[in-house]
């Protein structure tokens, strides 16, 4: 039986690793829709991380959080903490807000098991203006690049539902090919 400190160091390992694979599986795979520092057309790993907080919780903001420094850290950001370090914030914490607004207004079980198609629709659209907007707003702060402007606001936002709607689908089609090779 798994304890409860136990859980969180769980979810907050997995989130911070899943997280990271995914980010570098997404730049291979789509670095050619790269539209400017940190905005790209399909970013798989917002889809990530909506499950990844939506799941568990605090934990899992954190070790996206953690992540997500880390990579801009040691990526093309700039090799400043502050900048870095919010954008490791925003990371961890859009979908975690995210997922607040989403439990107390929405309706979601914790566990999500009445997770139904509006609801994770409503969800992926609140959590990606959540997310684009919150960028946008720090990379404006922080003068990066063009960043900031609406046309970058909007083509996170778009990255981020198509990224969480390509994900969502990947995962659907993973279980379903499961679910026909253990019946079969």
């Known amino acids: 039986m798994v304890r409860k400190g136990q859980e969180w160091i769980i979810g907050f390992l997995l989130s911070l690793l899943a997280y990271t694979v995914l980010f570098y599986a997404n730049e291979w795979l789509t670095s050619h829709l790269v539209y400017g520092l940190g905005v790209n057309w399909i970013y798989l790993p917002a889809g990530l991380r909506l499950f990844l907080t939506l799941i568990f919780g605090l934990p899992g903001a954190l070790g996206i959080a953690l992540s997500s ?5 040691l990526g093309d ?7 870095c ?5 925003i990371s961890g914490f859009a979908p975690y807000l995210a997922r607040i607004f ?3 207004n929405i309706k ?13 629709v409503a969800c992926t659209l609140i959590y990606a203006l959540l997310s684009a907007g919150l960028h946008q707003w720090w990379f404006a702060v922080r003068g990066l690049d063009e960043s900031g402007s609406l046309n970058y606001l909007l083509v996170m936002f778009i990255g981020d539902v198509f990224g969480t709607v390509l994900l969502v689908a990947l995962i659907k089609y993973g279980l379903d090919l499961l679910r026909h090779s253990r019946a079969a």
């Open 69 to 73: 420094f880390l990579i801009s850290y």
């Open 77 to 83: 950001f700039p090799h400043d903490i502050t900048t």
């Open 85 to 89: 370090l919010g954008v490791g914030l």
């Open 102 to 104: 989403v439990l107390a």
């Open 108 to 120: 979601i079980d914790p566990d999500l098991s009445d997770l139904s198609l509006p609801k994770l």
